[in-house]
């Protein structure tokens, strides 16, 4: 899979790779690296909560911690995480956690702003449900950023359908997408679609070929260029088998 390309044949600019190149400062408010930041809030929080923090003190260094980011002036240290979004948080918020002594009462956390939208109680539910094993805070770091980029790009996906009024139909194939479809199954979706088998058959093809697509686009808004794009994707499946 490769990343996508402009008309021109330019690999699209995106807020990480217009950060990356400039260095410059990004201001707070309605602006695009503010809203990637909110897709990828998740795996920030689950580091600071693996390394120990109450979820009261976790949802509150992580909205100072992106209140950081995102007014920070110098991002020279970007140079360090080789141009990728999901290397420079981990290491960001590492060392975000290392000074945070300085700052323990939450009004002087970014003078008590909320930059992203935290639903503190789906947070914790999700925390709730993640592996209570030896799992260092760097390795659910990575687990949940993967699981975060295939999970935008299928809520994407399933949003797609619906608006096509084919919400149906996804639901029904969603499972070829992970492979568990066989030739019995497309039997089965065929009879419960009222479709042939051929053409169920050929709408999961589809439905793949456009979830690669969509996964293609999430993982390229985070990375400097396109041949990082097949190596994010090498480096996803990796991260689901350690």
């Known amino acids: 899979m490769r990343g996508e390309k402009s008309e021109a044949g330019v690999f699209p600019e995106t807020p990480w790779t217009v950060l990356f190149q400039a260095k410059v400062e990004n201001t707070l408010g309605n602006n695009a690296l503010a809203d990637l930041c909110q897709l990828y809030w998740y795996p920030v929080y689950a580091y ?25 002036k110098d991002f020279g240290s970007v140079d360090q995480a080789k141009g990728r979004l999901r290397s420079f948080l981990c290491t960001a918020v590492s060392h975000f956690l290392s000074q945070s002594r ?20 789906l947070a914790e539910h999700r925390y709730g449900n993640e592996p209570v094993d030896s799992v260092t805070p760097e390795k659910l770091f990575e687990r949940r950023w993967a699981l975060t980029i295939l999970d935008n790009a299928l809520d994407e996906l399933r949003a797609e359908y619906i608006r096509l009024e084919k919400g149906n139909v996804f639901d029904a194939l ?8 066989g030739a019995e199954s497309y039997a089965e979706v065929a009879r419960s679609l009222e479709m042939q088998e051929a053409a169920v058959k050929m709408a999961a ?18 990375v400097e260029s396109p041949e990082e794009v097949d190596e994010e994707i090498q480096w996803m499946m990796a991260a689901f088998r350690d």
């Open 48 to 72: 600071i909560r693996r390394r120990g923090k109450t979820a009261h003190d976790t949802e509150d260094l992580t909205q100072e911690f992106f209140f950081h980011f995102l007014e920070r």
């Open 205 to 222: 093809h589809r439905l793949r070929k456009r979830f690669r697509d969509l996964l293609c686009r999430h993982i390229t808004a985070t």
């Open 174 to 181: 969603s499972g070829f997408l992970t492979g568990r479809g």
């Open 102 to 121: 300085r700052s323990e009462q939450a009004q002087k956390r970014g003078g008590g702003q909320t930059v992203i939208s935290i639903d503190a109680e």
